[in-house]
């Protein structure tokens, strides 16, 4: 499959600006360049109308990172998201760094998200604490068949409160929870991490009411209607930036979630 390769290996560089992927999802500005909306304006939700590269006009832009370790299913889940699809079968280990661009309509009100895929692999850590800086949201996802990647998340936590702004959103996410019979940690587990992961956001984060950290359990059972989960994620993000994060549980789109609360 060729999901992963060329566009990830040159946008490879130290800086987000040099990316020329960037060039193709840039709206405004000429690739690279720091006034692009992914390095300053998608972290500020009340940025003017833009547009999108599809052509799409948007009220809100944010710039959303999905991080974990290699092979949790960050790309999979991103394609998903954008195109409705899963790529099952060959897994080809993410390079670099990618973005997705997709605008959601929410009560008339148009929200881009630009979602990163960042390579979970360790080589290519220096390369995505660059674009820490700039995300209004963090999807740390690990891997409910793989135990190392759910010990894991304690050092992406560590490296998140090294990188990410104060006041991120965080999520937590357990993925590939459909594989039942080879589900290495439990559901209860994954409840308890999101909890630690609250506790330990809220030491972290001065704007701690607006924090949010909270467990949701991926079952990829095509065909996936993703528009309910989409949007559900888009309104966490409205509602952490503009109001204090007001909590939610619910089930949508094939996704459950779990407000960790607080
Ligand atoms: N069963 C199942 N498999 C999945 C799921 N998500 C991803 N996979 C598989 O897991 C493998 C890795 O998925 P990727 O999305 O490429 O993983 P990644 O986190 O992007 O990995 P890196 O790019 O190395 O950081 C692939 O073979 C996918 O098909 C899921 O929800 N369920």
């Known amino acids: 499959m060729s999901r992963k390769k060329a566009a990830k290996g040159k946008s490879s560089a130290s800086s987000p600006c040099a990316s020329p992927r960037r060039k193709a999802g840039g709206k405004r500005g000429k690739g690279g360049s720091r006034s692009e909306p992914q390095a300053n304006g998608l972290a500020h939700p009340c940025r ?31 394609v998903r998201f954008k195109d409705g699809a899963f790529l099952a079968g060959s897994f080809i280990s993410t390079v670099g760094i990618d973005f997705r661009n997709k605008v959601l309509n929410l009560d008339g009100v148009k929200i881009k998200l630009q979602i990163w895929d960042t390579a979970g692999q360790e080589r290519f850590r220096s390369v995505t604490h660059a674009y820490y800086r700039d995300a209004q ?27 990410a702004q104060q006041d991120v959103v965080l999520m937590l996410l357990g993925n590939k929870a459909e594989v039942t019979h080879e589900r290495v940690v439990k559901r209860e587990e994954g409840e308890k991490l999101a909890k630690v992961c609250l506790s330990e956001m809220h030491t972290y984060n001065k704007h701690a009411h607006k924090t949010h950290a909270d467990l949701c359990v991926q079952t990829y059972t095509p065909p996936l209607a993703n528009t309910q989960e989409t949007n559900w994620f888009a309104i966490k993000l409205m509602q952490s930036k503009k109001s204090g994060w007001q909590g939610y549980t619910g089930v949508g789109g094939g996704m459950t979630t779990i407000s960790a609360g607080w």
């Open 48 to 78: 003017p109308p833009g547009l999108s590269s599809s052509g799409e006009f948007y009220d809100l832009a944010f710039k959303v990172m999905l991080v974990g370790d290699s092979g949790v299913g960050k790309t999979c889940l991103l």
């Open 137 to 163: 949201a963090l999807l740390l996802l690990y891997d409910v068949t793989n135990k190392k990647s759910f010990d894991n998340i304690q050092a992406w936590l560590t490296e998140i409160h090294e990188y």
